[in-house]
């Protein structure tokens, strides 16, 4: 799957990296109502544009597509997540002869546990 490969890539997503398309010939409104709007668009699009270099393929496809395909990918690291840490949990030897252990390491039938 292409998702597995494009896991294995590193990537940079420093924003500093992403630029902006340069603006030509273009008369650029004061109005602070449009310059609000404006930043918001520039922050939206900055956004996109990273998401776009994390996706595998996202620079090739238009917004709605590297959308549902990001979608995709993020299910895709959850699963590799969840099975990993399935992976991890079967390797780990028992901590205890019979006590479950909590995520904190207290046992369930230890009084702090039940503080």
Request: charge should be positive; avoid cysteine.
């Amino acid at each position: 799957m292409v998702f597995r490969i494009a896991a294995m890539q590193p990537i940079d997503i420093d924003p500093e990296s992403v630029k902006p398309p340069k603006r030509k010939n273009v008369k650029i409104s004061t109005d602070p109502q449009s310059v609000a709007a404006r930043h918001r668009r520039e922050r939206i699009s900055e956004r996109i544009r990273i998401l776009q270099r994390l996706v595998p393929g996202g620079t090739k496809m238009d917004t709605a597509s590297m959308l549902d395909e990001a979608i995709h990918y993020v299910k895709f690291l959850k699963d590799q997540v969840q099975s990993l840490e399935i992976v991890e949990a079967n390797q780990r030897p028992a901590a205890g002869i019979g006590f479950p252990v909590t995520a904190n390491g207290y046992h369930r039938t230890s009084p702090r546990f039940l503080i």
